[in-house]
């Protein structure tokens, strides 16, 4: 996946908070793997919440400490955390500087109103023609209305959060070979 210009990628952590408490579907063990894959493979990652600025995250890794590699990594590195601490927010996202977009813990219709603002910019991917990634929370309505010629992956197994990434970095490589030949 080499190109001089590199893949742009959005991790979209659907809620900040549910009422006072954080929200239980977004959490460093599902935010970490995918957050790695793109990283790996060199692609700009940037964090989003729909306030922006910190990511309330259950649990606190600080009182539960997970043994998961990846989880460590993200713990140990500096800028991963910077991210975290430091989100865009959803009115500060501008679609044309993604490749694509990846939803984790996203709860409701994507076609419907969204006071969050999540379910808009899922549709402005879609739209313009850009892949989007859905890890959901609780009571997803993804009927396909609307999605015109984007590609929605939607998950919610085990791996599903690593494959829907890789998936997405796949389908960024074929648009851009498409693109070159077009």
Known sequence: MDHPTPIRLLIIMSAN????????????????????????????????????????LAPDLRQFPSEERCVQRFLSDRDA??????????EQIVIDDFDAAFCIGFSGSIWGADDLGVAPVIRAFLGDRKPVAIIPGRGLDIAAEGAGGGLLVVGDGGQSA?????????????????????
Do not use: C, M, W
């Open 162 to 182: 690593a494959l829907a990434a890789l998936a997405l970095l796949n389908v960024i490589e074929l648009r851009r070979q498409f693109a070159t030949t077009a």
């Open 17 to 56: 908070v549910v009422g006072e408490a954080p929200n239980v579907e977004i959490s460093i063990e599902r935010i970490a793997p995918v957050y790695y894959i793109f990283k790996d493979v060199k692609a700009d990652v940037v964090l989003a919440t729909p306030t922006g600025g910190y990511a309330a």
């Open 81 to 90: 955390r910077d991210d975290l601490a430091d989100t865009l927010s959803l």
